[in-house]
């Protein structure tokens, strides 16, 4: 088999593989507005599916649509967010709807410009939002793919760090012509990452590609790059932004500044205000929380 072919017929299984055992979300659903679909890739990041599952239709219930997410304060979005994780994303998607708003009287864009000129919307979501929404034939990678293409393409055991234009020049030549055809390969591909060609522990056995996958043919290398570690979470800045951004959510009428700074150095093992000031200040420079007569809240 030649190496075009190999690749061809990786794609053409993933798919089949994919319409057979996809995972049944809601936002994969035919009749998933674009707007449930944006909503869903921005709480997807860095997110697990079982914890984005509950939120999303929350958040469909009370905001099925762009404007009605720009109408309601933003107090009300990073309160709801909860713990979802990063809460900029949740500012950031009320920005964006907004933008929606504004620029596109509340009807999410189809081009990936369009999408790329919305706040907190960069190439990855660009990208699957333009696929999964409206079915057109564009290259979207993310962590999961980017694992598949290294490993059954490539041979590689690792992926390579996430780049745009890599990432583009990876993925194009494998879409296929057909733009619906385009998007399964592309959600494909995903999903197999995820369930499948996981970082730690994947299950061959059952990888609808295992014969063709390059990494298992030369007996799984081990990379020669050192993997990258996640940073510890356990006392670390965004352990503590966590802990500011719950004890605002619990308070809607705001907390006393400096109560509030006492109650995080309970939490620190050597006590440091400078660092819990610094952190406060950094979340009301990025509109994350407010600070008026020495209260602190989320903002209005």
Not at 163 to 168: E, G, I, M, V
Request: proline letters at 8%; glycine letters at 6%.
């Amino acid at each position: 088999m030649s190496e075009e072919a190999r690749r061809a017929e990786i794609v053409e299984r993933t798919i089949a593989w994919f319409e057979r055992s996809m995972r049944p979300f809601p936002w994969r659903e035919p009749d998933c507005s674009a707007w449930g679909v944006l909503v869903s890739e921005i709480m997807s990041q860095q997110t697990q599916m079982a914890r984005v599952e509950p939120k999303w239709l929350e958040f469909m219930e009370r905001w099925p649509t762009p404007r009605a997410m720009a109408d309601s304060p933003v107090s009300e979005v990073l309160s709801r967010w909860d713990r979802l994780g990063y809460p900029r994303r949740a500012l950031n998607l009320h920005r964006c709807a907004a933008a929606i708003v504004e620029r596109h009287d509340g009807v999410v864009p189809r081009s990936r410009e369009a999408l790329l000129a919305l706040p907190g919307i960069g190439a990855y979501t660009s990208a699957a939002v333009a696929s999964f929404a409206y079915g057109l034939r564009e290259p979207v990678v993310d962590t999961n793919i980017r694992r598949v293409l290294a490993r059954a393409v490539h041979g590689e055991a690792l992926a390579w760090p996430a780049n745009a234009r890599r990432d583009d020049a990876e993925m194009l030549p494998l879409l296929p012509e057909d733009p619906a055809r385009a998007s399964l390969w592309n959600a494909g591909s995903m999903e197999l990452g995820a369930v499948v060609c996981r970082s730690r522990r994947p299950d061959c056995g059952v990888c609808p590609v295992k014969d063709l996958c390059a990494w298992r043919a030369a007996d799984y290398p081990e990379s020669a790059a050192a993997p990258r570690r996640q940073a510890k979470f356990e006392g670390s800045d965004r352990q503590l932004r966590g802990r500011i951004m719950a004890l605002l959510r619990a308070e809607p009428e705001g907390v006393e500044l400096d109560r509030l700074v006492r109650e995080l150095e309970r939490h620190q093992p050597e006590p440091d205000s400078q660092r819990v000031r610094g952190l406060i200040r950094a979340l009301t420079e990025e509109g994350l929380a407010s600070l008026r007569d020495g209260r602190m809240s989320l903002p209005s």
